[in-house]
C-alpha cells in the first residue's frame, strides 16, 4: 500500500498527537555527551523537519555536526511538468543550505552520496559503506525511524542503525511520515524508547524560519495537481512543535 501525505490526507489530527505525546511521561534528552552529531537525511528537508531543534542544540554544545544528504530530492514531483525543467538537485541542495544556516551554522558541513531519490534500497551496499566511512564511535548519528513509512527514510534508518552498532556510535531516529500513518492513542510509536527534546522559543522561531527556506517544496510549481506543495502548511505543523520526538535505539542517551 502506497502511504499518501497531502493536505487532503494527514492522518490523525496534531490535537491527538499533542495529547498523546503530552500525557506520555518522555525521558528528556538534554546534555549530548558526543563529540559530532552525524545527521542522516534521505532528501534535503528532512534534516531541519526531524531534528532542526537537535542540530540547534549541538551547535550551542560546541557539538561538531555534519549532514549526510543521502539523495538530491530529484523526485519530488515526479509527474510535474514544469519540474522536469528545473534543476531540482541544485535548488533543493541551496535551500538545504539555506535552512541550516538560519538554524545558526554558518558554514554548514553537508556530505553529498548522490544516490537516486526514491531508489535507496537498491543502493544498500553504498549507503553503508559511505555511513561506515564516516561514523566513529563517539557520534551520535540520527536518522529516520526505520519504520517511518517512506522506503527511502526506511532503509536510511535500518542501515545508520546497523553502522552505529558496528562503530559502537549512539543512535537516535526521527519521525516524519509516521505522524500521518500512525495511530497517537496504538502501539504504533515504541512510546517506551521515545525521548523528548524541548525546544525554547528562539529555537522554534528558528526551525519555522528554516523550515520556510524550502520553496521548491512548500509552493506550487504550475497550476497541475502534479505540482502541488510536498510539504503544505497544515503538514508543516507536526513539525513546529514545542518540542521533537526521538527514538533511542539501544542505550543512546548516557
Not at 510509536?189 to 527534546?197: A, E, G, Y
Amino acid at each position: 500500500m502506497t502511504l499518501i501525505v497531502d493536505a487532503d490526507h494527514l492522518g490523525p489530527n496534531e490535537v491527538s498527537w499533542m495529547k498523546r505525546i503530552d500525557s506520555t511521561d518522555l525521558k528528556s534528552l538534554d546534555t549530548l555527551h558526543v563529540r559530532r552529531l552525524i545527521v542522516v537525511a534521505p532528501h534535503p528537508d528532512d534534516e531541519v523537519l526531524g531534528v532542526g531543534g537537535l542540530i540547534q542544540r549541538a551547535l550551542s554544545d560546541h557539538v561538531l555536526v555534519e549532514i549526510v544528504a543521502v539523495t538530491n530530492g530529484e523526485a519530488s514531483h515526479p509527474s510535474s511538468e514544469v519540474a522536469a525543467t528545473l534543476d531540482l538537485p541544485a535548488i533543493r541542495a541551496r535551500e538545504s543550505r539555506v535552512a541550516l544556516q538560519r538554524l545558526g551554522w554558518d558554514q554548514p558541513v553537508i556530505t553529498q552520496l548522490h544516490l537516486p531519490d526514491g531508489q535507496v534500497s537498491d543502493h544498500r551496499e553504498e549507503l553503508n559503506d559511505a555511513l561506515a566511512s564516516i561514523l566513529l564511535p563517539d557520534d551520535l548519528c540520527v536518522a529516520p525511524w526505520s519504520r517511518d513509512g517512506h522506503p527511502d527514510h526506511d532503509v536510511c534508518g535500518d542501515a545508520a542503525v546497523a553502522a552505529s552498532r558496528a562503530v559502537g556510535a549512539k543512535s537516535l531516529s526521527y519521525m516524519i511520515w509516521s505522524w500521518h500513518w500512525a495511530d497517537p492513542d496504538g502501539s504504533d510509536i515504541p512510546w517506551q524508547r521515545c525521548r523528548r527534546l524541548d525546544l525554547d522559543r528562539r529555537q522554534r522561531a528558528r526551525k519555522r524560519w528554516a523550515t520556510a527556506a524550502f520553496r521548491s517544496q512548500l509552493r506550487p510549481l504550475g497550476d497541475r495537481p502534479s505540482d502541488a506543495p510536498i510539504l503544505p502548511e497544515p503538514l508543516l505543523r507536526r513539525f513546529w512543535r514545542p518540542y521533537e520526538v526521538l527514538v533511542d535505539n539501544a542505550s543512546a542517551i548516557s
